[in-house]
């Protein structure tokens, strides 16, 4: 579903376009390392970066491989992405970069570390209007945690989402069998849908958002992390709202696939009043984006202004997120008016 907010030429891309096989093949391998990783967990390492937020072996490893594919497919295309090597070269960390050399070589055998990092960095770059954006683990804290996390990356264009690709290892398939089958593919192409594939299965199916037209009837979705975004404010919208179920609290961009299959109505990310000039980051936002609103939802920030990918690594021009269905956004937008002051 195209925004209100502006009209988008039609992707030129479609589900077996190169793009597409390129970005699953890579966030499978990927996600299969993830989860390897997570499974020897207790011996591996990981590394504060200069804003105190962990990288792991998980997420380098990770970032290599999808970037080493991207680039041998697409050499001329910029790629962002939210990790480099500066840390892991350091000879403190040579320890880390030994087992990070270990896991890629499982799936990309005899490649050195110097090979491993200059993949990394080659996300580090951009320079062009069309790009990709990867978040080779969005939801570090939770995977750490043993919770949800995403590998999520998109292809944008001029400022716009044309294509995103989101791995979910550690979601369950059915909300209605949490304890079943775990590991979640969501895909995007504009104009042409949003699926859910089963991980290593490949069962599909076309996603929808809930139709519920009645707020006492929603149910919303936030970050797990409470430093993330203002938890107090998002329940006092929820009370004005009059929903009563408690929110899903969840890390990651599977919090969009989760509103994008009808699980919720809405996800709310506003930020903490200390950290009112904070920004979002592109590769945050870019892959969830166009899965909601091809699953018929829609995304905007907190002022209702789309989501402007073209201004770096940084959502610059917007502030806060809200995805929903659609049929409530206006409303909500209207009650976070009420709750925080803004101008909607």
Not at 231 to 244: G, P, Y
Not at 283 to 311: M, N, P, Q, R, Y
């Amino acid at each position: 579903m195209i925004s209100d907010n502006f009209i988008l030429i039609l992707s030129t891309m479609d589900f077996n376009s190169k793009e597409m096989i390129t970005a699953l093949k890579s966030l499978e391998m990927a996600s299969k390392l993830c989860e390897m990783v997570r499974a020897d967990l207790p011996s591996q390492g990981a590394i504060l970066k200069s804003d105190r937020s962990p990288v792991t072996v998980a997420d380098y490893g990770s970032q290599a491989i999808i970037c080493k594919y991207i680039k041998t497919d697409f050499p001329d295309v910029s790629i962002l992405a939210e990790e480099n090597s500066l840390e892991l070269r350091k000879p403190d960390n040579a320890p880390i970069l030994e087992q990070v050399t270990h896991y890629v070589n499982t799936f990309i055998p005899n490649s050195s570390p110097a090979e491993i990092c200059s993949w990394i960095d080659s996300g580090s770059k951009l320079n062009d209007k069309n790009f990709w954006a990867l978040d080779p683990i969005d939801g570090t804290k939770g995977f750490l945690r043993g919770d949800q996390y995403a590998i999520a990356l998109a292809y944008i264009e001029d400022g716009h989402v044309q294509m995103g690709v989101m791995a979910c290892p550690n979601l369950y398939v059915d909300k209605e069998k949490p304890f079943d089958k775990k590991g979640c593919i969501f895909f995007a192409v504009r104009g042409r849908g949003s699926i859910q594939m089963e991980m290593f299965s490949g069962n599909k199916k076309v996603l929808s958002v809930m139709k519920v037209k009645n707020p006492e009837e929603a149910s919303f979705t936030e970050s797990y992390e409470p430093e993330h975004s203002d938890h107090l404010l998002h329940k006092k919208i929820a009370q004005r709202l009059n929903i009563s179920a408690p929110s899903l609290k969840m890390d990651s961009q599977a919090k969009y696939g989760i509103v994008a299959r009808g699980e919720a109505t809405f996800y709310l990310r506003i930020p903490l009043s200390h950290y009112q000039d904070y920004k979002e980051k592109v590769w945050d936002h870019a892959a969830g984006s166009i899965i909601i609103e091809e699953a018929g939802g829609k995304v905007t920030d907190i002022l209702g202004k789309a989501l402007d990918f073209s201004c770096g690594a940084r959502l610059e021009k917007n502030h806060g997120i809200l995805v929903s269905n659609g049929i409530l956004h206006e409303i909500i937008l209207k009650v976070i008016n009420q709750s925080y002051g803004v101008d909607t």
